[in-house]
């Protein structure tokens, strides 16, 4: 489903989904082959969802559903409360979806409803589910999440968003680090020996106070950046901002001996260093782009810029 202006989108690895705005995503672990999102409202378990990778062989949901219900039912009863487990309680249908699913519902003192999946095309086998009070409309919360539900982009681009930080990112380039702390959304992703990251950080008026922008540039790209390239920059706007862009020569590509080495190491092209950093005033965060990419990946930069957004328009 498309995101809308209601609700909270989020973009992780392939899968998206909305839930409502006062739901926090508490945690993100793992990997596109194994992975889980929890959210929670004041501490509370609202929504999970989980995925695994199931490479080869054939997947009997039945069974799989027959197993997690039976350690759930487990988990429940442990708490003291008697538990009451229902299957197909046809919370949502397989054309809604478009895929074959099986759902349930348990109550034990909170009530749960619950669905799970196999994805041929990205081989994931996913576990989704929603969580509240009796007196709570969970059954209609759960159908609007998993309705809004996909597990893999139908392009090669693909959605990722979280804490309001969202972007495109080309399917391929794995996600290899992943910052998220107060203040501060970093995601970096690679290929081969190429990489790009997309970060938000806030607040601007509070960073950039007795700053310039070049200046938070040069600290937030770090030594790392600037002892491999000679960076330039240079005031531009951008998404209608004050912003900065910066293009970087890796150092190394005027140096006789290193082109001669890296010539017999690998037939790539140095990585040109390319960037771009915005103060969204409408949002109060700074959003900085970067990259160290071949001079093919030019078009992918100039998506990827593009792609983030930085504010809802109107
Ligand atoms: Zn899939
Ligand atoms: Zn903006």
């Keep these: 489903m498309k995101p809308t202006a209601k609700g909270q989108f989020v973009g992780w690895m392939g899968l998206t989904l909305t839930v409502p705005e006062n739901w926090d995503l508490v945690h993100v672990k793992g990997n596109r082959f194994d992975g889980y999102l929890r959210f929670e409202e004041d501490g509370v378990l609202r929504c999970e969802i989980q995925w695994t990778l199931v490479s080869a062989g054939r997947v009997v949901l039945d069974e799989q559903v027959d197993h997690y219900l039976k350690s759930l039912e487990q988990m429940l009863s442990k708490q003291g409360k008697p538990v009451s487990i229902k299957r197909n309680v046809h919370l949502v249908s397989r054309r809604q979806v478009k895929r074959n699913v099986r759902d349930f519902s348990w109550e034990a003192g909170t009530v749960g409803y619950g669905m799970m999946w196999f994805c041929e095309e990205c081989r994931r086998a996913l576990v989704a589910q929603v969580v509240g009070y009796e007196h709570e409309p969970v059954k209609e919360w759960a159908r609007q999440v998993f ?24 399917v391929g380039w794995n996600l290899s680090k992943s910052e998220l702390v107060p203040g501060k959304i970093r995601l970096l992703f690679r290929q081969g020996e190429y990489e790009f990251a997309i970060a938000r950080y806030g607040p601007a008026s509070v960073l950039l106070k007795g700053k310039t922008m070049e200046e938070f540039a040069v600290e937030a790209l770090g030594k790392e950046v600037l002892q491999r390239f000679v960076v330039h920059y240079r005031l531009e706007q951008l998404h209608g901002h004050e912003g900065m862009v910066m293009v970087g020569k890796d150092k190394g590509s005027s140096n006789p001996l290193r082109i001669f080495l890296r010539r017999l190491r690998t037939g790539n092209p140095f990585p040109q260093f390319r960037g771009a950093l915005w103060e969204c005033n409408h949002s109060n965060r700074l959003y900085l782009a970067t990259a160290a990419i071949a001079p093919e990946h030019e078009p992918l930069w100039e998506r990827l810029v593009q792609s983030v957004r930085c504010h809802e328009e109107g």
């Design 147 to 170: 309705l809004s539900l996909s597990d893999h982009a139908e392009s090669d681009w693909e959605t990722w968003s979280l804490y309001g930080l969202r972007f495109e990112a080309p």
